[in-house]
């Protein structure tokens, strides 16, 4: 056990100089900046959780295990500011427990009598004040005069504390050199084996570093006291026990049975030896055990330190030489003791306290490092699946925009097309349809009116050519133009259903939007009608006017009309077919009609030259045919003349009616062709635009759906890598804690405490 001490005590100096007792505030105060640091990493370790917890990442970052953890570490921190060297005082009645620690103390500060003087227990520590003060138990918030302890804690006083009471003293740290330290003393009744016995170690000694069992010289340990140092072993585990044969100046020149001082001695010494090894087991080694007995007196070593002159409690007949001897050796013993004790307690203290405290913090490092290991591989996991979604997302989005751009060249290209070829067919079954107006006018059955009735005739006429135009248009058009038009718009559909994601397509609802629908072939788009409307013979031949009266048909002027009319009809009817835009594409055949259509025009104004043309004619006629010829030719002519004459009766009157009216309506129908094809196209090709401006509504959506949701991954793929890194950075301060922690161990347990933690 001495030579533990010797190597204690070298490596203690080393370590904070000739102060024993100065390992312990070393270590606490090594251990505190130990926990402070873990507690400002740990406090903000907390608030990185809770920030992580508020950037919706998809990863679960719980800050309650780091708050429970901050909670332990301040509980702890406390603790260990509380923590002191403790040392526990028993024994019987007058065994002298109170006069050993006032012999330590180096001063009177317990109080000390004869018989049962301490009724309870007292614990004594340093205080900067320069004034001592204690604590009464029951005014724990009110320090009170030293100078009442002799009452309340003495057995004979009527106002004496309860047994099981503890009264705390605090004295000057300056004037007693062991109060200097964070050490405490705790002074107890005698030992009394009851069922509150229990209750006092649990109380007051749970925590005690070394337990000073005080035990009269001049008789054995009893029963008694074995008994409650079995409590105390039942309780705590291997306590630390010195066994103080106080008194043992009354072996001084005494002339009892048993005149062999030293034999006495051994006998203490062996029976000790038993029963801390045999019968209570906290020791192994027998030489240990002997190096824990010690033979003192007290109140030598108290007069001594106080400066006082001691008076006996015997008569002493011996060789004064000798007795010095003895009281020398006596005084030796108690330093002997002290010794012991200081290195005893100061690394039971720093083992009992802070190794505890040690193994609590590396578990508690190892749980924080274990949460971060796990969170950093969560958010590693996360961030690879974050960024295989972005990937798939930006995929996604330049298929998207480039299935956009061709839709967009679909609608701009193809529409224009349509229209253009719409334009051109609808220009087509008209012209194609005025032209063949002789044989709408056929369809037309009701008889020819009398004068009067003409107007109404031309009224029903015209609500007929309206009917049988319209029916004749569109069944010319209606089959090529709406093929192509249901195909163009299939194709614009299909294109834009190829552009949206899946999952918009999926949410298809009674409440989707209009584009949705069509998607997905929840709604029906009825083709569009083509108004006709404008077609209208009543406004168009309002100016018509029939000319009912005889009229030779072998006239010059009605040749003439035979020959150039139908001519001068087919160039207007070109002309109003010929589409805008076309003009610059047309041929040398075409551009001749421009310069035939001014010359018919002209020879149909012939015929009202005919009394000139007659003659001229005639005298050419004349000139060259013989007369038989003329007079046969004349007479033929005038037969037919008067066929003609006697001929002209309703039934003619209608031909040449339903005549004229065709050669008047064609150029007025003509006229409109081009602004009824030009308005049929535009519906079309508008109906297309809508249908593609109401998809690109949700198109647009989409991609600015995609685009955000590129965005939240960029930034979710940015917080994930800042908690990978923060947590990089927390685990290597944890890692540096612990080593700090470690190294506490290696400092100030030694092997054994380094292999516990």
Known sequence: MMSTLEGNQVGLYQNGGGDVLHKFELAKEEMTGCYLKLKRSTNSLASFFAECAKAEVGVTMDEKPVREALDQIDHISGVISRDQMKVAFFGRTSSGKSTVANAMLGSKILPVGMGDTTNCFI?????????????HPLHPDKPQSVHSVAQLAHALDKNKLQRSSQLAMFWPAEKVPLLQHDIMLIDSPGISVDVATDTWIDKYCLDADVFIFVANADSTIMEAEKAFFFKVSQHLSNPNIFILQNKWDLSDGDDGDVDDVSGVREQ????????????????????????????????EELAQRSGRVMNRSHSFDGDPEQHE??????HEEFAKFEQAFQFCVCDSAIRTKFEKHTQKGLRIMKR????????????????????????????????????????????????????????????????????QLNLVLEKFTR?????????????????FLDRELKIGIEGRYSRDIFAAYDQ???QIIDQARQIMPEEWLQRSGPNSSAAILILTGQANIPRPELNLSSLSCASLCHNFQEDLNFNFSLSFSNIMSKIVGPRISRCMMQRQVTRPGQEDGRTGAQNAE??????????????????????????????????????????????????????????????????QFAQFARPQLASVIPMMSSHCSERLAGELNQLHQTLRVDIDAALKSVETDISSTTQEITKLNEIITNSSTYIEKLEVH???????????????GEQDA
Not at 275 to 296: G, P, Q
Request: with cysteine; glycine share 6%.
């Open 594 to 659: 421009d310069y035939v259509l001014p010359v018919l025009t002209t020879l149909s104004m012939l015929p009202s030259k005919a009394p000139l043309a007659l003659v001229i004619v005639g005298g050419m006629v004349w000139s060259k045919l013989s007369w038989r010829v003329i007079v046969g030719v004349g007479a033929v002519y005038g037969g037919v003349y008067a066929y003609e004459k006697l001929t002209w009766n309703a039934v003619a009157k209608h031909r040449a009616f339903k005549r």
């Open 447 to 463: 008889p020819f009116p009398d004068d009067s009735d003409v107007e109404e005739y031309k009224r029903e006429l015209y609500e």
């Open 123 to 135: 614990t004594m520590q340093g205080t900067p004040n320069p004034e001592p003060y204690m604590i």
């Open 738 to 752: 612990r080593t700090e922690f470690e190294g506490f161990v290696g400092k100030f347990l030694g092997d054994s």
């Open 268 to 299: 203490h010494i062996n029976r000790s030896v038993e029963f801390l090894v045999d019968e209570l087991k906290v020791m192994e080694d027998a030489e240990e055990a002997r190096n824990r007995v010690f033979f003192i007196s007290a109140r």
């Open 368 to 435: 924080l490092l274990d949460l971060l290991s796990s969170a950093k591989e969560t958010c590693g996991n996360r961030r690879l699946q974050t960024g295989q979604r972005q990937d798939a997302l930006v995929k996604q989005h330049k298929a998207m925009k480039s299935r956009t751009k061709k839709l967009e060249q679909l609608a701009k290209t193809r529409v224009a097309q349509l229209a253009n070829d719409v334009r051109s067919k609808i220009a087509t079954a008209m012209g194609d349809e005025f032209l």
């Open 488 to 490: 163009l718009r299939a």
């Open 325 to 330: 001897r003895d009281v020398q050796a006596r």
